[in-house]
């Protein structure tokens, strides 16, 4: 047991460290002092510059633009970044430059598409094709740009825009129903002075079409300023309902447009359109047209055409032009006439031989047409006169087109203008 335990101790003197051990390690220990005062003198591990904290980041645009100096508003003089104090750190899909920062590397690259936009901008504000990006874009091109906002190509030059077809969209809107606004726009267009005689002649067919449903045939579209629904009363009549109304047209209108065969047989509770005038006539002398518009007698300039009948006049262009109103009293159906060239040329209110025709409207000249007297509109038993001048100088038409005339021009209201 002794010789044991004396063999064991000197085993653990024998494994204590050796003196190069101990020299190392002071050694160390003095080196870490040193640089400690080194570092605390500022012999090292400073610089003039704050030391990275990281891989170097290239600045964004925004950031680079809140150093940009006032007056440069795309970034032509831009300032130098300070020098990283480590080399920056690329990314795998980065090409290696030369040492140097990747965004600064890029700065040529930069400043050319600066410039195209710049370009570009200014050339769109002066309307200048002179000069324009990416080599001089001419006057109404665009310069396209990819999307980094490099310029990609010049596209073609912009088409001029195409004009409107007015007739395309009023057939659109008659398609869907809205006839009250395709008559107001027809009728905007027929008042344009600048519009050609066929184009005139076009717009008046489609109105006439419109108002042959709008006007003339028993239905009554709602919101249509012309036209009324009434519900008889006891005790009414058609003439006794178109005076209550005031609706400054002749009774028989009110029978024409409801397809009434008996005017005497309308009942209590019946539904009745009504058309409300004034409507007026104008005669285009060089057409042989009369045409028929409604509205105020003091504002042609709104008047609504309704539609146009073909006439005949006076030989020897023996009509009067000049403004004129329905006379008061002179409404007349079958009457007679006497010649007034020739007084003993007389016809009885039944005579077939008749010239006039079932139905006179005379004619009181206003202004400068005061002096012209005895004139008025009637029909004919001559149809292949319409269209020619044979008359003593009134206007004549059909038989039925002269009845509708009748039942519109009302009295002392309706203006009757006679032109060119």
Request: hydrophobic letters at 35%; charged letters at 25%; proline letters at 7%.
């Amino acid at each position: 047991m002794t010789r044991t335990g004396r063999s064991f101790s000197s085993r653990r003197r024998r494994r204590r460290p050796g003196g190069i051990g101990v020299i190392v390690g002071g050694l160390a220990a003095l080196a870490v002092v040193v640089y400690g005062l080194l570092w605390v003198f500022g012999v090292v591990g400073k610089s003039d510059e704050s030391p990275a904290s990281g891989p170097e980041v290239a600045l964004t645009d925004r950031e680079q633009d809140e150093l940009r100096p006032i007056g440069d508003p795309i970034g032509l003089t831009r300032p130098s970044r300070p020098a990283a104090t480590k080399p920056t750190v690329r990314t795998a899909d980065e090409p290696a430059g030369s040492g140097e920062d990747t965004q600064l590397s890029r700065e040529p690259e930069m400043r050319a598409r600066r410039n195209v936009l710049r370009e570009g901008l200014e050339q769109s504000l002066n309307g200048s094709g002179s000069g324009g990006a990416a080599g001089g874009a001419e006057a109404g091109e665009v310069l396209a740009t990819d999307g980094g906002g490099v310029a990609a190509d010049k596209s073609a030059p912009l088409e001029p825009a195409q004009p409107i077809d007015p007739m395309s969209e009023i057939e659109q809107m008659i398609a869907k129903g809205q006839t009250l606004r395709a008559r107001a726009a027809l009728n905007e267009i027929l008042h344009d002075p600048s519009i050609r005689d066929e184009q005139a002649e076009e717009v008046r067919v489609r109105l006439a079409a419109l108002n042959e449903d709008l006007v003339f045939s028993p239905r009554v579209t709602a919101g249509d300023p012309i036209c009324e629904l009434y519900e008889v009363q006891p005790g009414d009549r058609l003439s006794k309902i178109a005076q209550r109304r005031e609706l400054a047209t002749h009774w028989k209108l009110i029978q024409r447009v409801n397809k009434l065969s008996d005017p005497n047989k309308i009942r209590v509770g019946q539904k009745l359109k009504l058309v409300r005038g004034p409507f007026h006539a104008v005669v285009d002398k060089s057409a042989f047209r009369l045409d028929i518009y409604h509205g105020q007698p003091n504002a042609p300039e709104s008047w609504l055409y309704i539609r146009s009948f073909s006439v005949g006049l006076g030989k020897d262009d023996g009509t009067p032009m000049g403004t004129f109103i329905v006379a008061r009293d002179s409404k007349v159906e079958n009457p007679a006439w006497v010649n007034p060239h020739n007084t003993a040329e007389q016809y009885a209110a039944s005579d077939p031989a008749n010239p006039i025709g079932e139905y006179w409207i005379g004619l009181e000249g206003k202004g400068d047409a005061s002096a012209y007297t005895g004139y008025g509109i009637h029909g004919t038993i001559e149809p292949d006169s319409i269209g020619e001048q044979r008359s003593l100088g009134c206007v004549r038409l059909l038989p039925d087109d002269v009845a509708l005339v009748y039942e519109l021009l009302e009295e002392g209201i309706s203006v009757v203008k006679i032109v060119p």
